[in-house]
């Protein structure tokens, strides 16, 4: 399992860097105006900053047009931006176009919005690097996002399709675990997802008393 994280915000991706866990980051519209940054300039000044923190790890950097001459416009300057800049692509029909121009070109790509098997198996054909099941949005219409990663993992593993399932709109340690069991390679999160993994209250308490055990031996050893 490989985790990336799921933000535009430069703190973030510098500490989990500095925890030696990030093998890469993606980001969305959305996520790149919580940060402020607007215009082009800046957004491609800022993908940059972000491809520069993560060296080796890939950054999901998304197109906004939906035709697929504006998409190939937009991701070829993206891509020009790092060679670790993988060009995000909503499953759209330009957006398949586009990713099998990209392919050819040996330009990887993202496939964003996949809410189906049939979109996951049509992103594969046309050679996606990564597919991005949304799990967190099939859950929020109670239906059910990690059975959706199950299902594109056991067509993947039928069809030996070389596209890796980046789980995304993953919100939770729960999710995480049941994306790594269901069989995505890549989880894609808030960083406050992965901290949460650490929490165990017999962690504290077990840590509480060799600290506590240590303390009253080295004092009895004084007296
Ligand atoms: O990677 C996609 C993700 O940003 C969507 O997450 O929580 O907005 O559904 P969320």
Redesign the pocket.
């Known amino acids: 399992m490989r985790y990336f994280i799921?933000t535009a915000n430069i703190d973030q991706i510098k500490e989990a860097k500095e925890l030696g866990i990030l093998d890469g980051v993606?980001t969305?519209p959305?996520?790149m105006a919580k940060e402020g940054i607007t215009g082009l300039d800046n957004i491609l000044r800022h993908y940059k900053k972000i491809c520069d923190i993560v060296g080796d790890g890939d950054v999901s950097a998304e197109v906004i047009s939906t035709s697929f001459a504006g998409m190939i416009n937009e991701g070829q300057r993206l891509a020009d931006l790092a060679p670790n800049i993988v060009v995000k692509v909503p499953i759209i029909r330009e957006g398949i176009k586009a990713i099998s121009w990209f392919t050819e070109r040996e330009i990887k790509t993202n496939c964003t919005l996949v809410f189906s098997p049939g979109q996951a198996m049509l992103a594969a054909r046309a050679g996606a690097s990564y597919i991005?099941p949304?799990v967190?949005?099939v859950d929020d219409i109670t239906w059910d996002g990690i059975a959706l990663i199950k299902e594109i993992s056991e067509i993947f593993n039928n069809i030996f399709a070389e596209t890796e399932i980046l789980a995304?709109?993953i919100?939770s340690p729960l999710h995480i675990v049941q994306a790594a069991k269901a069989g995505a390679d890549i989880v894609?999160c808030p960083l406050s997802a992965i901290y949460g993994m650490l929490n165990h209250p017999l962690t504290d308490s077990g840590l509480k008393k060799f600290i506590e055990d240590f303390e009253k031996a080295s004092a009895s050893a004084k007296s």
């Open positions: 799921d993606t969305n959305t996520l991005s949304f967190g949005r995304a709109s919100r894609t």
